[in-house]
T-cell receptor, first 114, second 112 residues
Framework: AQSVTQPDIHITVSEGASLELRCNYS??????LFWYVQSPGQGLQLLLK??????LVQGIKGFEAEFKRSQSSFNLRKPSVHWSDAAEYFC????????????FGAGTILRVKS | NAGVTQTPKFRVLKTGQSMTLLCAQD?????MYWYRQDPGMGLRLIHY???????AKGEVPDGYNVSRLKKQNFLLGLESAAPSQTSVYFC???????????FGSGTRLTVV
């Protein structure tokens, strides 16, 4: 069955430090991959997506992610974290053969220390 | 440009009551989805629709029904609410394979 694993439930980083959030997926076909961010009490905002082509994708707010097929991973990175990045981050895989529905990971809560 | 709009935003129900959540979109999305979000579990798909008049079960469909009579609306019904249905519900729409989903702002439902 298709699944997405985000191994880290919580991550705390200092403002200005680099960030990497991990995501591993299980899916038999070529995946469509997404990262969403959710601030407390808010909806989901798309950070970036991978459909095909260049395996390093750039997103909004200075985020990037790298698709590694051999590792079934799609890790999210940011070189310098800002206090406003504190939020919950969700990785998701899109299932083409099932109406493009999304399977989400459990999320990673990012805390930023000043 | 409203996008994907969910009503209501908040609701408290008593066990056994029924209610309908409305999702309306003005983005001409062919596909629409209802997810629920629970702490530590991410978002899980309840039901989805690949076009007007169609519906399909997702990962956690029990206790819910849906209808897509018009392309722009996707309704989620709870016939007899249970405390286990306390959750935040998100509606989303997309234009099909290879496109991104646009999410509504959510409905926080509490069943007491």
């Amino acid at each position: 069955a298709q699944s997405v694993t985000q191994p880290d439930i919580h991550i705390t980083v200092s403002e200005g430090a680099s960030l990497e959030l991990r995501c591993n997926y299980s899916y038999g076909a070529t995946p469509y991959l997404f990262w969403y961010v959710q601030s407390p009490g808010q909806g989901l905002q798309l950070l970036l997506k991978y459909f095909s082509g260049d395996t390093l994708v750039q997103g909004i707010k200075g985020f990037e992610a790298e698709f590694k097929r051999s590792q079934s991973s799609f890790n999210l990175r940011k070189p310098s974290v800002h206090w406003s990045d504190a939020a919950e981050y969700f990785c998701a895989v899109g299932l083409m053969e099932y109406g493009n529905k999304l399977v989400f990971g459990a999320g990673t809560i990012l805390r930023v220390k000043s | 440009n409203a996008g994907v709009t969910q009503t209501p935003k908040f609701r408290v129900l008593k066990t056994g009551q029924s209610m309908t959540l409305l999702c309306a979109q003005d983005m001409n999305h062919e596909y629409m989805y209802w997810y629920r979000q629970d702490p530590g579990m991410g978002l899980r798909l309840i039901h989805y629709s690949v076009g007007e008049g169609t519906t399909a079960k997702g990962e956690v469909p029990d206790g819910y029904n849906v209808s897509r009579l018009k392309k722009q609306n996707f309704l989620l019904g709870l016939e007899s609410a249970a405390p286990s249905q306390t959750s935040v519900y998100f509606c989303a729409g997309s234009s099909g394979t290879g496109t991104t989903c646009t999410f509504g702002s959510g409905t926080r439902l509490t069943v007491v």
